[in-house]
């Protein structure tokens, strides 16, 4: 017979992968929100998390008391709207899913006037208080809210490209899902890197680079790839007004943080896309690019090249690219512009 901790092994790994057990302790900026709750609950069945350090300008604390009644053994802790930098001491981790979402008829870009100064905010009090934190960027417009972080950092003296990432991995669940629908294989068996930066023409999902996808072709191949760019746009039509992407984002959001914390405890080979910092096309002017990124006891370790591409992805990457630059362009500025 299966001894207690064996059977909750068995229950948390159907969910997360785990590797050698380090003490993290990780915070969530707006844990209130219709993400951030379920975010929390997932993060606390995550055996890699220590400590769950809960904050939103509302709720938090109920949010806190309810999630830290679930039978794993890490502590949790709400905090208020006054009590920023006591949520942030210490954490080794930071998601930040604080902002609006999109109501039907709006693009991620439109939320940049309201959600811009939220993020530059929170990074502003990480910076200070957690400079050493790895920040995971969830609010939109994520192309431009993670350049606003990485000013903001800049401006303390606190950059660490290594420890910024814009979370894509929805684009990346989306993508082996849709493609596994249309293949009839398990989503394990069709996972599509998803490169470019993460809205419409931007997200740019690499078909050719799966066995089973490869040859999807034609009409099938447009309306899959559609499908991936524009996924949040069917979500923010179907909830018709209360919001957009929230169970499946914190899904999402679960699993890159668990990749993270599995580098950070030493695993090697943990391999995803995200949007970091990137080499690869600053001859293009782009300073952030999401691709194939190796995680490690420092964040990024390996940021992989996008790799064979089709005729077709070719194009979708000539389509991504200047848009990206306008959204990163834009986050800058509006740092730039802030007293
Ligand atoms: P929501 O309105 O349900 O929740 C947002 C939460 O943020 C609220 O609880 C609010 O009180 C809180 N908040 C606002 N200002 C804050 C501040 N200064 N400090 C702390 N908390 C603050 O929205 P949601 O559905 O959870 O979406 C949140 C964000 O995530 C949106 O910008 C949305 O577009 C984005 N999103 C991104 C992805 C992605 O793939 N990266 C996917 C889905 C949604
Ligand atoms: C998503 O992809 O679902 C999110 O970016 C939310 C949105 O506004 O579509």
């Known amino acids: 017979m299966l001894s207690r901790a064996s059977l909750r092994t068995l229950t948390v790994s ?24 379920p975010l ?22 109920g949010v806190a008391a309810d999630v830290s009644h679930v039978d794993t053994a890490s502590e949790v802790k709400g905090y208020a709207a006054d009590q920023l930098d006591q949520a ?8 930040i899913p604080a902002g609006v979402p999109r109501k039907p008829g709006m693009t991620r870009d439109d939320l940049f006037n309201t959600n811009a100064s939220i993020v530059r905010d929170l990074a502003a009090s990480v910076g200070r208080v957690a400079p ?41 669940v989306r993508a ?68 957009s992407a929230t169970l499946s984002m914190a899904y999402a959001g679960a699993k890159f943080t668990n990749s993270l914390l599995r580098g950070l405890n030493g ?34 370790e390996k940021i992989h090249p996008v790799g064979p591409l089709s005729a077709e992805e070719e194009k979708l990457l000539e389509a991504c690219i200047p848009e990206l630059k306008k959204n990163i362009e834009k986050g800058k500025a509006f740092v730039a512009q802030s007293a």
Request: aromatic letters at 6%; a neutral charge.
């Open 176 to 243: 082996a899902r849709f493609v596994g629908e249309i293949t009839n294989k398990e989503p394990s068996e069709t996972p599509i890197t998803v490169v470019g930066g993460h809205s419409g023409p931007t997200i740019v999902p690499l078909l050719s680079q799966n066995a089973a996808a490869k040859g999807v072709n034609g009409e099938v191949y447009e309306k899959v790839v559609h499908r991936i760019q524009y996924g949040g746009d069917e979500v923010v039509k179907a909830k018709d007004g209360a919001g």
């Open 88 to 95: 942030l001491e210490g954490v080794k981790v930071v998601v």
């Open 267 to 300: 695993e090697k080979g943990v391999i995803t896309p995200t949007f970091v910092k990137s080499p690869l096309y600053e001859d293009k002017g782009i300073e952030f690019f999401s691709s194939n990124v190796e995680l490690g006891p420092n964040g990024v």
């Open 14 to 37: 159907r969910h997360f992968s785990t590797s050698a057990r380090r003490e993290t302790k990780v915070a969530v900026l707006g844990a209130g929100g219709g993400i951030g709750q």
């Open 132 to 172: 050493d934190a790895h920040i995971l960027v969830i609010s939109n417009p994520v192309n431009s809210t993670v350049p606003i972080v990485a000013e903001t950092l800049k401006k303390l003296g606190v950059f660490d490209p290594r420890k910024l990432f814009g979370v894509t991995t929805l684009d990346v």
């Open 40 to 61: 929390s609950l997932l993060l606390k069945s995550d055996p890699l998390v220590s400590s769950l350090s809960l904050y939103d300008i509302r709720g938090a604390p």
